[in-house]
């Protein structure tokens, strides 16, 4: 297979087929990122994501899912993806899901009428990394995206019948923040009332804008246990219908898988009990976290 680069996928898709299909993120902005910070964002020509299809087919059916990278490559136009979509529909008919990140810019260009097209063409999860539900957190992390934008863009892959898992961040608006960060992002979870979501927790990467502004002493991390308050505030005030809310990414000081709101009580109450006994024995050792 052709890969270009650091590749990277969601925990979920972990044992899925991975196919590049663009290099890179056409946003490759956000503050706290440096998954794509050393590529230039390209889309792939078409032969060489034909050669890595047939390849794939020359290995059998070893794959039920199959995840298309780079960081947004739902960005790519969709006369593009359908062309792609199509051919793993014929060469690989062993997969039973496609997946691919998306967010407000690559689902806000597409009409309903197209997304519905991709998922019959076998698109079956958007994975969107929202990261806050607050505005001014969202501005200071250039996230290219609003609130408002992240309902809309629930709302349209809803309509289209897409799943959609989305990703939040801990910690990303900073102790100034983290209180309105841990409130509104529960209120738009309540909102976009999706079928996934991931909790990630902030870790300051050298090299992006908020590690630098952290160096200059304008941003200030919350602390672990401050991040997993904003974990229990997130959980205890979303209202979600049928949500399986995991906290497992390997970023996170304390990994939960849970089905909410099944498991609120449970889960706030582990949080309530790990945040009053303040142990850092409880949570993951820094050595064991990764991005
Ligand atoms: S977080 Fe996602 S959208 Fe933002 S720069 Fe990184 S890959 Fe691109």
């Known amino acids: 297979m052709d890969y270009v680069g650091r590749i990277f996928r969601p925990p979920s898709e972990a044992r899925s087929l991975l196919l590049q299909v663009s290099v890179g993120c056409s946003h490759n902005r956000c503050g706290y990122c440096d998954m794509y910070r050393d590529k230039r964002f390209t889309i792939k020509p078409w032969d060489v994501i034909e050669r890595d299809i047939q390849e794939a087919r020359a290995l059998g059916p070893r794959f039920e899912k199959l995840f298309l990278c780079d ?18 529909a014929r060469e690989l008919p062993w997969i039973q899901r496609v997946g691919v990140y998306g967010d407000t810019r690559s ?10 097209a991709l998922r019959e063409a076998g698109l079956g999860i958007v994975y969107h990394g929202f990261e806050s539900g607050d505005d001014e957190v969202l501005e200071l992390i250039d996230k290219g995206g609003t609130r408002a934008e992240c309902i809309a863009t629930a709302e ?15 910690g990303v608006g900073g102790e100034e923040l983290s209180e309105q960060h841990a409130r509104n992002t529960a209120s738009l ?18 090299g992006t804008p908020l590690f630098e502004a952290a160096q200059r002493g304008e941003f200030r991390l919350p602390g672990k246990f401050r991040m997993l308050q904003e974990l229990r505030t997130i959980v205890a005030e979303s209202n979600l219908t049928a949500c399986r809310f995991s906290s497992n990414h390997a970023s996170n000081y304390l990994p939960i898988k ?7 009580a449970e889960v706030v109450r582990i949080l309530d009990a790990v945040i009053a006994r303040g142990d850092e024995g409880l949570l993951k050792p820094e050595a064991f976290r990764g991005l």
């Open 107 to 116: 689902v806000g260009r597409k009409s309903v009428e197209e997304l519905k």
């Open 189 to 206: 979870l309540t909102e976009m009332d999706p079928p996934y979501a991931g909790a990630l927790t902030t870790t300051l990467v050298p």
């Open 156 to 170: 349209k892959l809803t309509a289209a019948g897409i799943s959609h898992s989305v990703m939040i961040l801990l």
């Open 258 to 264: 849970s089905e909410l709101p099944r498991d609120k």
């Open 71 to 88: 960081g947004d490559a739902l960005i790519l136009p969709t006369k593009r993806l359908l062309q792609i979509l199509e051919a793993v």
